[in-house]
């Protein structure tokens, strides 16, 4: 999948928090938090499994606990994010991806992430810099701001997939507020009976992760959402030999028990978000397949895929279906409620059919003359859902609307065949021999992962050897 940089797409981002310079109230904070967390579950995906939730959460509220003065009721929950990130949304709302519980060898480092993510919280950092970033109201393709000129319900159709929905809230940190929330997290978890070294040990893991990705995933992970300083790892070690802390009842010393209860995670890209075989675009969640052309850049999520051209002029984008069997009546409710209000002149509409699918097409331009844009919107019907393209491509070259109506022609609900060749990668745990090699373990597991990353994963190094017994982190096909 080609990230949204790579794809040269620019999400603009704003939110109305702009009060003349002063900080709004923490109402301010729960309701905006209230709803953008039903965006995040929506365009992100929440990982299904009560057991590791209620684990995550536990630790969570046991930190909150010994939070003084808090101003705010906390949830936890885990977002289906490959690489290995952390976040929260104002008013307490605080998300770890299933990369970073990856990533993490014991429970302080976990309990240490989350107080991080609890401090921007309890601090209102969002709030103080008036700046939050959040889910876009509209995109640009060059040249032309595609909801100022249609409507902004469009331009959010459009760059749903393309969205970047880890970094809510995330991109105006600065180093004031990372050390501040870094004291918090180190502060709080010794109040609560876990080691606050986890925090120092956590940053030394993500950044050797951060190294061995050398920026290749298209989805920011924690140190590109937390802008990360030179001496941040030291700093919090420093501290941490300054704290006094006991270990609790409640509190997981034990490494394998903690590893223990991240068997069976997904590790990796989700395939069911999408994968290729050959130039046609597999989707597992929206139950459907299609033939992308050649050259153009995707992007997809749980809920969503889009493609854009090479040049970055002309855009596809298919939504989640929604319940129905008519798609002609979900073309004119969506006249009715998004074309209606918008400058796009409707020059046809028809009945069509693809694939013995029943479905509805509508062509429509934007503008006037060599700037002008062709729009195709189409519904199909299939198995009780509607699904709808949204296309835009510019009218001075016909070669893309051309492209865009050949995908949509080759839609296609998946068969059994190519159902079941879609495998998840998970984690799994494997014990050492004695004086066995990563390498060695590697070979005789199946283990997917590369030796470098299986060291990164389980915080050793990569010449390392095995005294026998150790439980190892290793990545299996399922």
């Not at 401090?119 to 640009?140: K, N, S």
């Not at 959402?225 to 919090?236: D, I, L, M, N, V």
């Not at 209000?341 to 069509?352: A, L, M, N, P, W």
């Not at 109506?405 to 494997?430: C, D, G, K, Y």
Request: glycine residues 8%.
């Amino acid at each position: 999948m080609v990230s949204v940089r790579t794809a040269r797409l620019t999400l603009l981002t704003a939110i109305g928090v702009a009060l003349a310079g002063c900080t709004p109230g923490p109402e301010w904070d729960r309701r905006t938090g209230a709803t953008y967390s039903r965006m995040v579950a929506d365009e992100m995906g929440l990982v299904e499994d009560p057991a590791l939730e209620r684990y995550v959460a536990s630790i969570g509220q046991r930190i909150a606990s010994h939070v003084p003065d808090r101003r705010f009721d906390f949830s936890f929950r885990i977002v289906d994010q490959e690489v290995p990130n952390a976040f929260a949304l104002p008013g307490g709302y605080v998300y770890v991806s299933r990369g970073i519980l990856a990533l993490t060898n014991s429970e302080d480092e976990l309990a240490n992430v989350l107080a991080h993510e609890m401090g921007h919280v309890e601090q209102r950092h969002a709030a103080r810099q008036q700046a939050a970033a959040t889910l876009p109201g509209f995109f640009t393709l060059p040249g032309t701001i595609v909801s100022a000129i249609v409507s902004p319900a469009l331009g959010d159709v459009l760059a749903s997939p393309f969205r970047q929905v880890g970094a809510v809230y995330l991109a105006g940190y600065g180093r004031s507020q990372e050390r501040e929330a870094d004291r918090f997290a180190q502060e709080t978890t010794a109040r609560a009976g876990y080691d606050p070294r986890g925090m120092s040990d956590l940053l030394d893991a993500l950044g050797r992760e951060e190294d061995l990705r050398q920026g290749d995933s298209p989805t920011p992970g924690f140190l590109d959402t937390h802008p990360p300083t030179p001496e941040r790892a030291a700093t919090t070690a420093r501290r941490a030999a300054t704290l006094a802390w006991s270990r609790t009842a409640g509190t997981e010393p034990d490494r394998a028990a903690y590893l223990r209860r991240l068997e069976g995670l997904a590790v990796g890209r989700d395939p069911r978000h999408g994968i290729f075989v050959g130039v046609r675009l597999l989707h597992a969640l929206l139950d459907c397949s299609a033939r992308i052309p050649a050259g153009w850049a995707v992007a997809s999520s749980r809920g969503a895929f889009g493609a854009m051209s090479p040049e970055g002029d002309a855009i596809l984008v298919l939504q989640p279906p929604a319940r129905g069997t008519d798609p002609q009546q979900a073309a004119d409710a969506f006249v009715r409620d998004v074309l209606a209000s918008s400058k796009v002149h409707i020059e046809r509409s028809h009945v069509t059919q693809v694939a013995g699918m029943p479905g509805y097409e509508i062509t429509a331009r934007l503008g006037n003359g060599d700037d002008a844009f062709d729009l195709e919107f189409a519904w199909l019907a299939h198995d009780g859902r509607i699904y709808r393209f949204t296309g835009v491509a510019p009218v001075a070259n016909p070669e893309l609307i051309g492209a865009i109506r050949a995908t949509i022609s080759s839609f296609r609900p998946l068969t059994e065949l190519q159902r079941s060749s879609i495998r998840v990668n998970r984690l799994h745990l494997a014990e050492a021999r004695p004086g066995e090699s990563i390498r060695a373990l590697s070979a005789r597991t199946n283990n997917l992962w590369s030796t470098e990353q299986t060291a990164v994963m389980n915080g050793i190094a990569v010449d390392d050897t095995f005294t026998g017994g150790q439980l190892v982190k290793i990545a299996v096909r399922d």
